[in-house]
């Protein structure tokens, strides 16, 4: 009954490869987010979709696609990976409700390593 | 443009004793949430606590309380007795009035000793 769930856990590759990381959430959130984590621990946003739509887009080059398929789903596609995208991957969803604390719970996070 | 700063990158503290966690904001937003998380080594984020910039009172959980003050835009973070499991990264986070994006500040990193 995981609330916010992400595969896969630990994904190593080439550089040059495309993958996909996946994430769910049960928690019937209608916002979703990706965040990437790097060796220093700084946390930064990378997109942000709400029902579906796509609402926060920051500067993250374009080999990066989310995609969101319903409010419980979001995916993130890399293409052409550079060693500068390892990192860790994060997942997170809230509630966006009128009056509500807005808390974001996360996922157990993907570690990407890029060789 | 909003701002969190978390000047403690390390910290050590003892077992049963109670430490506090700095953490300062900037934001023009009339009205904004603050938030801490803390990440083990084992990597997930937990979300520990929250703090409504309108709320009068400070936020408390258990053994974690936050001791907000909007005008000096601090929101600190006080573990109370704490427990050699309190040992992971703290971070601090905002979010602004208009936009459901979080910011966060570059962590603070705690050691509990026995």
């Known amino acids: 009954d995981t609330a916010v769930s992400q595969t896969p856990k630990y994904l190593v590759t080439q550089m040059g490869n495309d993958k996909s990381i996946k994430c769910e959430q049960n928690l019937g959130h209608d916002t979703m987010y990706w965040y990437k984590q790097d060796s220093k621990k700084f946390l930064k946003i990378m997109f942000s979709y709400n029902n579906k739509e796509l609402i926060i887009n920051e500067t993250v080059p374009n080999r990066f696609s989310p995609k969101s398929p319903d409010k419980a789903h979001l995916n993130l596609h890399i293409n052409s990976l550079e060693l500068g995208d390892s990192a860790v991957y994060f997942c997170?969803?809230?509630?966006?409700?009128?009056?509500?604390?807005?808390?974001?719970?996360f996922g157990p996070g993907t570690r990407l390593t890029v060789t | 443009a909003q701002k969190i700063t978390q000047t403690q990158p390390g910290m050590f503290v003892q077992e049963k004793e109670a430490v506090t966690l700095d953490c300062t904001y900037d934001?023009?937003?009339?009205?904004?949430?603050l938030f801490w998380y803390k990440q083990p080594s084992s990597g997930e984020m937990i979300f520990l606590i929250y703090q409504g910039s309108y709320d009068q009172q400070n936020a408390t959980e258990g053994r974690y309380s936050l001791n907000f003050q909007k005008a000096r835009k601090s929101a600190n973070l006080v573990i109370s007795a704490s427990q050699l499991g309190d040992s992971a990264m703290y971070f601090c986070?905002?979010?602004?009035?208009?936009?459901?994006?979080?910011?966060f500040g570059s962590g603070t990193k705690l050691n509990v000793k026995p």
């Open positions: 986070a905002m979010r602004g009035t208009y936009f459901n994006k979080f910011y």
């Open positions: 934001t023009s937003d009339p009205s904004y949430g």
């Open positions: 997170a969803s809230s509630q966006e409700l009128v009056g509500s604390s807005y808390e974001q719970y």
